[in-house]
DNA sequence: TAGAATAGTTAACAGCGTTAGCAAAAGTAA
DNA sequence: TTACTTTTGCTAACGCTGTTAACTATTCTA
């Protein structure tokens, strides 16, 4: 029965899952001020929990454990990566320049947000099965497919499959980006792959056409 | 003064070396064990310990700290690599058989070594700037380098920077492999990464030669 | 106001890399 | 053989880690 206290109580609980979505979100945002500033390896259950000044149970209250606020930010990561990518590619009509476009900003994504990409793709972490859980994954490649239909339905071999180039696409950028990466100095030689990109690009879209 | 005495001294000092050295080896061998069986994460120096019948300090004689074990096999994986590579090259006098060759070498390397792998490209490891320590990058490089150039030469613009197309080749190899061994399932789709790769070499041993 | 549910705590477990300090064994010299 | 020194290897600890059981204090319900 709808009683006025029940209506009151409503309002309480409304209130409470408000406050436990906030310890929620200052968990994630403290998490994410430690990674910005000292990387993965200095993230840790108890770091939070002193950032967030609750204890540490209270952290499993929110996820189950620390892989599943990883799993979060990896989550975030694409999404991020998939809305630089749409920005890219709005800006051009044509196909092979919507392509161009985007391993530029794929570039552009990888070390403005190193931390992000690290998660995203192991580099450094111990997560390895659960980019299956990543709904993102399919927006992502859906935007980069596209182009690369477009361009293969005008070639003069249209019955190409999309989705071999699209790895191929993408397994180019993440090579070029882990292994820059890996090798510490943020921009490399930042000379050497843009030309790397651009020729990649070249041969890439060239190979899309004919 | 050389006596009798110290002669027989240096036969025990020699033994010594022997057995500090056996001790250095069976570290070395137990690792590899539990890392071929259970991953790099199950690696710890405890374990070590426990399956060389020594307690930890004892490892510590040997190597500096864990890092150092781990850089130990990463300077190994470079090692088998190259060698692997080697043999795919010397196979074929053509240069551009000898790109394609080693590009499958090279895959078939990462998913029969997997362990060694994933510590030379820090895919779930905490290990980020040991990069620069390994020697064996440079016969790495040398050994792709040379067939690039060769076909360089004969192109029609000879004086395309090799080192570029270098690191074009191995950005996409290696982008394709971590992908695929992020994705869990160990030959992914086997078939379509049979054509990617064909792909990609083709694609990029064309763009050498023209 | 008494009882139930929730929130949040402390303290522990089992593991990690690493190292200080100590005991026993081995080698050296008289 | 005995006394001294070096080497060898050990125990035990420090300060971390992720995770959880058990408890208290607060808040809500009837």
Request: glycine share 6%; aromatic share 10%; with cysteine.
């Amino acid at each position: 029965m709808l009683t006025l206290l029940t209506i009151l109580t409503m309002g309480i609980a409304e209130r409470k899952i408000r406050q436990k979505e906030s310890v929620r979100c200052s968990i994630l945002g403290e998490a994410r001020k430690i990674v910005e500033q000292e990387g993965w390896q200095a993230l840790s259950i108890r770091r939070i929990a002193e950032a967030i000044e609750y204890s540490v149970p209270v952290i499993y209250d929110h996820f189950a454990n620390k892989e599943a606020i990883m799993l979060e930010f990896t989550r975030e990561g694409y999404g991020l990566l998939v809305e630089e990518l749409t920005k890219a590619k709005d800006q051009h009509p044509d196909p092979a320049a919507q392509i161009e476009a985007m391993a530029y900003a794929y570039w552009e994504f990888a070390f403005n947000n190193k931390a992000y990409y690290q998660l995203m793709y192991g580099l450094g972490m111990p997560s390895c099965d659960t980019v299956r859980q990543i709904n993102e994954l399919q927006a992502f490649s859906e935007l980069i497919q596209a182009p690369i239909t477009q361009l293969l339905s005008r070639s003069s071999k249209p019955d190409t499959n999309p989705f071999l180039k699209l790895h191929t696409f993408w397994s180019m950028l993440h090579g070029l980006v882990s292994i820059n990466m890996m090798s510490g100095t943020t921009g490399g030689n930042e000379a050497l792959n843009r030309q790397i990109i651009r020729d990649f690009i070249e041969g890439f879209t060239g190979s899309l056409r004919t």
